[in-house]
Each structure stands twice: as C-alpha cells, then as structure tokens.
T-cell receptor
Framework: KNQVEQSPQSLIILEGKNCTLQ??????????LRWYKQDTGRGPVSLTI???SENTKSNGRYTATLDADTKQSSLHITASQLSDSASYIC????????????WGAGTKLIIKP | EAGVTQSPTHLIKTRGQQATLRCSPI?????VYWYQQALGLGLQFLLW???????NRGNFPPRFSGRQFPNYSSELNVNALELEDSALYLC????????????FGPGTRLTVL
C-alpha cells in the first residue's frame, strides 16, 4: 500500500533551537518527495522538492535529506524562529494513470519564545 | 502575478443545505485540485480537474461534485451538507497534466451547523 508517514505528530521547541522532522514513505515507483509548510488556516506552501538523485538540499534555514534506499526523508530546521510555527507536510506522487499525490498527515511544530 | 484565489473566505450553512465554493487558478494554469482539511487533520484529496475534465476523484460520496469552466476556474459543490463536512477546503492549481507543483489558495472555511 502506498503510504507516507510522518513523525513526530507534534513537536514543541524553544526559539533558536534546531529540530528534525521525519518522513517515511512506501510509494513505489519513486520519482520525488516534496516538503510543504502550512500555517494555521492557510494553504500549504512548497519548501523544497527532492528527486531520486538528490541526497541533501537546503532552502535557507531548512535542509531536507533523502535516503531512497531506506525510503526516508528528513527536514532539519536550524536556529528556529517563531514564524517557523506551522505544520510541515511530506508529499510523494504515486505514478499511476491519475498521478495521485500521497500526502502525509504532517508534523505540527510549535516554537516557544 | 496573482496567486490562487478562493471565495468565499468563510461560509456558514445548516445541515441539509448546499454549499458552493469557487476557485480561480493562477493565470496559465489549467489544472485545479480540491482538498478537504478537517480541523487538526491532514489534507484529503477530493477532485482534480484539467482542461475542463474531471481527471481523478478521492474517496468522497457523490454529493461532493464540481466542475471546471472554460477559463479554468472551478467550482466545488457539496449537497445535503452534514456536520462532518465542516472543514477548510483548499484549492490548488498547477500548470497542467501530471505536474506535481501545486500552488494553493487561502482556503474556504465551511461551517455546517
């Protein structure tokens, strides 16, 4: 079954600290994996996309990693800011005839001052 | 460049009524996706329209329907509203076809009383 699972479900850290969010997927065949950030009550915004050949990609204080062998990805946030409080969602496309996206349930991150 | 727009921002209905939600994609985008997000939960795929045709449908009852107009804007209709239909309804647009680069609108918050 094609699934995307994220952990932890929620995370609370102090401002300025680092954190790592995890995404495990069973979608096959694999083409890419995308991380979205969703502020409360708003639509998701794409942070980064990882293709099969990419191991690490950075976008400012966000660094995504991908291990296609173990089917795991992580999103590392450095020097967290209050504005990082949001849900972070991992998405993997399932390449059937309808090209369905498999969405993870997300990790809710709360940054405390 | 204008982003994806949705209307209304908020919608309050009573059980049994019908709701109509609207979405205007980014100029040049031909695909429109609809998602339901209940409070505190992940995105659930509803419908995908491309070039005026319904391309894929999620696991929702037939009372969830929609259409895409010649200008690529879209409408989501929910008939016989139930209390559990209360959610944030998100629309996303993409360039077209099988691209997975979706750009989301701000959503419509539907409350069913």
């Amino acid at each position: 079954k094609n699934q995307v699972e994220q952990s932890p479900q929620s995370l609370i850290i102090l401002e300025g600290k680092n954190c790592t969010l995890q995404c495990n997927y069973t979608v096959s065949p694999f083409s890419n994996l995308r991380w979205y950030k969703q502020d409360t009550g708003r639509g998701p915004v794409s942070l980064t996309i990882m293709t099969f050949s990419e191991n690490t990609k950075s976008n400012g204080r966000y660094t995504a990693t991908l291990d296609a062998d173990t089917k795991q990805s992580s999103l590392h946030i450095t020097a967290s800011q209050l504005s990082d409080s949001a849900s972070y969602i991992c998405v993997v496309p399932f390449l059937d005839s309808n090209y369905q996206l498999i969405w993870g349930a997300g990790t809710k991150l709360i940054i405390k001052p | 460049e204008a982003g994806v727009t949705q209307s209304p921002t908020h919608l309050i209905k009573t059980r049994g009524q019908q709701a109509t939600l609207r979405c205007s994609p980014i100029s040049g985008h031909t695909s429109v996706y609809w998602y339901q997000q209940a409070l505190g939960l992940g995105l659930q795929f509803l419908l995908w329209y491309d070039e005026g045709e319904e391309r894929n449908r999620g696991n929702f009852p037939p009372r969830f329907s929609g259409r895409q107009f010649p200008n690529y804007s879209s409408e989501l209709n929910v008939n016989a509203l139930e209390l559990e239909d209360s959610a944030l309804y998100l629309c996303a647009s993409a360039v077209g076809g099988r691209t997975d680069t979706q750009y989301f609108g701000p959503g419509t918050r539907l409350t069913v009383l």
